[in-house]
């Protein structure tokens, strides 16, 4: 902790208990037999629970991503669809995500839903959803988004807030009374699954792991994992 400039006031006592922060985990067990042979239905059986249990934010996911120099990133991103088995987000090409999906599609999702005590984590392959599919989610959304998508230059530097004020009322002028198109740069991408992993915390830091991996004849495999 030495080192550590303009601590807030009561920093180091808290800083200092945080390794005493820890959860015992037990709501539920999950095994073999309940998982079933095809994760990508089990994920949404896990995921119609999640919504059930009403959890806030219940379709934000963490994506990793790796750049064309080997450096990972991770954001959060939103799930907007399951179609058949990939799983679709949106966001804009241009972005540093964009550009690290271009330089390597393989990619990593994860939800996380504490209130439950699971973790699911997905390996797979990212690729742009067809244009008519995102044009499609595109105008299922509110204008605001839409001239969002057109504002933002995501992950660029810019000098202050003002430039995205301004952009903002440019567009929304430029496309008054008009239907305001999708623009080239903002779109979907599906993530083909090869791995899942399914995570229950158990009692005693035993969780439960059950992995899914795809063999070269695209059949899921299923495995458990030490915790
Ligand atoms: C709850 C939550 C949901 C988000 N959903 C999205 C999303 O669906 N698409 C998106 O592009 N960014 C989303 N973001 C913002 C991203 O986390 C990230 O800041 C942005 O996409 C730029 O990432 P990048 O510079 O790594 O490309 C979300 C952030 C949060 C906290």
Known sequence: MAGIKNRPV?????LKDIADI????????LDEVTVGDDPVAFFTQWFIEAQKAELSEVNAMT????????IPHARVVLLKGLEGEEFVFYTNY???K?????????????????ELERQVRIQGI???IAAEKSDEYFHSRPDGGKIGA????????????NVLDERYLQYEKEFANKRIP????????GVKPVSIEFWQGRISRLHDRILFKKNEEGVWKKMRLAP
Not at 22 to 29: C, I, P, S, W
Request: proline share 6%; hydrophobic share 40%.
């Open 10 to 14: 009561g920093a180091d006592a808290v």
């Open 22 to 29: 820890r959860t015992e985990y037990q709501m539920a067990a």
């Open 63 to 70: 994506l990793a991503t790796v750049n064309a120099d080997n």
């Open 94 to 96: 241009d972005s540093a």
């Open 98 to 114: 964009g550009r690290d999906i271009a330089a390597n599609p393989n990619v990593c999702l994860m939800f996380f839903w504490k």
């Open 126 to 128: 990212a690729g742009k």
């Open 150 to 161: 057109w504002t933002s230059p995501q992950s660029s530097v810019i000098p202050d807030r």
């Open 182 to 189: 999708r623009p080239e740069h903002w779109g979907g991408y």
